[in-house]
């Protein structure tokens, strides 16, 4: 091997330090991460989701609303209450000031034809509903919950390559300053790893913001807007769940809440029709009370029966309107397994490209962005290569490591859509290896 000059050997030195640190870094396994041993827990995935399961607001109101609707389902089905009144006549008569006393006038409204029965029916369908509403509510939240802790996961491993790519391109940066007041370096070489170390900063800047907003999204999406920003614990590169789409979608509208609401709606339309046709019926209004007719001074009984007569108003509108809403609501069924076979199909097709993406990389996209940056070092130590050719394909092997670490993250928050939508709750099934990821001050 034909000798080197001082600059080249420290630059092939530091070059081969930042391939090794970075390759390590993609699978959190920094050299200077403290070992577990060390390194207290970060919150997990399941704490996360056990805190929104506490705190979050929108499910507390879910919860509310079941029982607002059975509240509303038990006044549906209350019998009116009887009247009672006390009526006074012919108080100022010439025969004397006694008048015509009826006291008490008790009157009772008489229901018909089962509508209480039905009007209760109605409600009690809209309690089902309310309750089938919490669990959409609930698994909603759980998408979040994931999607943001995976989000998060991700950019924090992106910042500790970041970080160790910036130590050494810092160190790279000073040695190159150090051989050019020695006359052995060249200004154009200085000039690139200004640019290098200046393009990592910026990067990493970038996405500590992105991790701020990501936290601030997450904190307040499971209801706990101020807890302060702590690191997450976790592997990006765990096994993802397999999914089947054709079977996905036959369990999904099976089992979905919405395609269920739906068909809830159904019943409760039919119900509300029913109620709606029988509404003409009348009711019957009974009345019994004691009469003192203080002229004569006799002490009578009366009574009266009230019965409305349905001949202008026989509830036709209501009626019409109601056999409409079962048509709607049989169309709402169709409309929701529509709406569930789209975002199946929108999170299959995301959760398909990014795992294929993914397993492109890790098999072919690293291997040969690591392969070119080494068969690059040998050419610069054997003087047949410029080091600007050799920072080029550093750039490649840190960038390709990048990418890698954003298409598992897009790999997950697909797979996060879908354990949302088949109603998951143990999720990933095989629990996530967690590996330690340091903690940044903020």
């Known amino acids: ?213 990501a936290w601030r999204r997450l904190a307040a999406g499971i209801g706990a807007p101020d807890m302060p920003y702590t690191r997450l614990a976790g592997a990006l590169d765990a096994s993802v769940p397999e999914y089947d789409r054709e079977r996905a979608q036959s369990y999904l509208l099976a089992i979905h809440p919405e395609v269920r609401i739906a068909q809830v709606g159904i019943t409760r339309a039919q119900f509300a029709q029913r109620r709606a046709e029988v509404e003409p019926i009348p009711n019957v209004t009974v009345g019994a009370g004691y009469v ?28 019409f309107a109601a056999r409409a809403e079962v048509s709607r609501a049989v169309l709402e069924v169709d409309r929701a397994r529509n709406e569930l076979i789209r975002r199946l199909a929108t999170a299959f097709g995301q959760y398909a490209a990014a795992k294929k993406r993914a397993e492109r990389y890790r ?21 047949r290569l410029e080091y600007l050719q050799v920072l080029q394909a550093q750039r490649a092997v840190a960038e390709v490591n990048l990418e890698y670490i954003r298409t598992l993250a897009d790999q997950w928050r697909a797979a996060s859509d879908l354990a949302g939508l088949l109603l998951e709750d143990q999720w990933p099934p095989v629990p996530v290896q967690t590996l330690p990821v340091p903690a940044r001050a903020r």
């Open 292 to 319: 003192r007719n203080n002229k004569d001074r006799e002490d009578q009984w009366m009574f009266q029966v009230e019965v409305p007569v349905p001949l202008f108003n026989r509830n036709q509108g209501a009626i």
């Open 1 to 213: 091997m034909p000798n080197l000059p001082a600059s080249r050997t420290l630059l092939t030195g530091g070059l081969y330090a930042l391939f090794f640190v970075t390759l390590a870094s993609v699978c959190g396994q920094s050299p200077n991460a403290p070992s577990p041993s060390r390194t207290p827990p970060g919150l997990t995935l399941e704490d996360l989701v056990r805190i929104s399961l506490e705190q979050n607001p929108a499910l507390a109101q879910a919860s509310v609303e079941i029982e607002i609707a059975r509240g509303r389902a038990i006044q549906a089905g209350l019998y009116p209450n009887p009247r009672v009144s006390v009526v006074g006549e012919e108080m100022g008569g010439r025969d004397g000031p006694g008048g015509i006393i009826t006291a008490p006038e008790i009157n009772q409204e008489i229901v018909t034809a089962g509508k209480l029965r039905l009007s209760r029916a109605v409600a009690d369908q809209e309690v089902d509903q309310a309750g089938l509403a919490l669990t959409r509510q609930r698994y909603a939240l759980l998408t979040i919950v994931r999607q943001g802790y995976f989000e998060i996961l991700a950019d924090q491993y992106r910042l500790e390559v970041l970080d160790e790519l910036i130590k050494l391109a810092t160190q790279s940066q000073d040695n190159a300053k150090k051989l050019l007041g020695l006359g052995e370096g060249a200004k154009p070489e200085l000039l690139q790893f200004q640019i290098e170390l200046n393009r990592l900063r910026a990067e990493q800047e970038g996405v500590e913001r992105e991790l701020d907003a």
């Open 363 to 383: 098999t072919s996209i690293l291997p040969d962005a690591r392969e070119s940056h080494r068969l690059t070092l040998v050419g610069f130590r054997g003087g």
